[in-house]
Antibody, heavy 121, light 107 residues
Framework: QVQLVESGGGVVRPGGSLRLSCAASGLTFSNYGMHWVRQAPGKGLEWVAAISFDGSNKYYADSVKGRFTISRDNSMGTLFLQMSSLGAEDTAIYYC???????????????WGQGALVSVS | EIVLTQSPAALSVSPGERATLSCRASQTVSSNLAWYQQKPGQAPRLLIYSASTRATGIPARFSGSGSRTEFTLTISSLQSDDFAVYFCQQYSNRPLTFGGGTKVEIK
């Protein structure tokens, strides 16, 4: 079955950087757009970034634009999120999530990873 | 940015009763609306997409309705496993946005 497993979370100082990974299995990774969604402790969900199935199109929330970079390696079946200039407002669980189609990146999420906690302190 | 407003923020319901959750969009999203369930310590799970289509494996007691700006998630007879937080999400426009959530609690 489909599995998405995030890694790379941890504690980082304000102004620091961190790279998250999301390893996909049980699917043909290159067929699907992928997203990062975050959730601050005790709060709601916030969309962060998206990348098309082939990596040619990328989109970002205004809150992270210029600081975060989404990328993917289809040969490895892995999604990445490079985060820099981190602040306290970036503290959250970061989920990777897939959309059910390669045709459109603006979609709902049919599978989610279990999340990686990023704490900026 | 399309703002989604969920109501109520919290809902106390007895097992076996019906729960009705609302999601209102600040502008039309057509039927491009999904619902998710999230339990403590877990990732969200897709329940409904296209406003009214149940995702694979979702029980028939979950139903979605609505279009344009007004949407409803109904749980017809609450089971103990259904007590959780429910989020709506629009995918009509970027940025994708979520509602603030409705917590369904045991009465």
């Amino acid at each position: 079955q489909v599995q998405l497993v995030e890694s790379g979370g941890g504690v980082v100082r304000p102004g620091g950087s961190l790279r998250l990974s999301c390893a996909a299995s049980g699917l043909t990774f290159s067929n699907y757009g992928m997203h990062w969604v975050r959730q601050a402790p005790g709060k709601g969900l916030e969309w962060v970034a998206a990348i098309s199935f082939d990596g040619s199109n990328k989109y970002y929330a205004d809150s992270v634009k210029g600081r975060f970079t989404i990328s993917r390696d289809n040969s490895m079946g892995t999604l990445f999120l490079q985060m820099s200039s981190l602040g306290a407002e970036d503290t959250a669980i970061y989920y990777c999530a897939k959309v059910p189609t390669r045709l459109d990146i603006t979609f709902y999420f049919d599978f989610w990873g279990q999340g990686a906690l990023v704490s900026v302190s | 940015e399309i703002v989604l407003t969920q109501s109520p923020a919290a809902l106390s319901v007895s097992p076996g009763e019906r729960a009705t959750l609302s999601c209102r969009a600040s502008q039309t999203v057509s039927s491009n609306l999904a619902w998710y369930q999230q339990k403590p310590g877990q990732a969200p799970r897709l329940l409904i997409y296209s406003a009214s289509t149940r995702a694979t494996g979702i029980p028939a007691r979950f139903s979605g309705s609505g279009s344009r700006t007004e949407f409803t998630l109904t749980i017809s007879s609450l089971q103990s496993d259904d007590f959780a937080v429910y989020f709506c999400q629009q995918y009509s426009n970027r940025p994708l946005t979520f509602g603030g959530g409705t917590k369904v609690e045991i009465k």
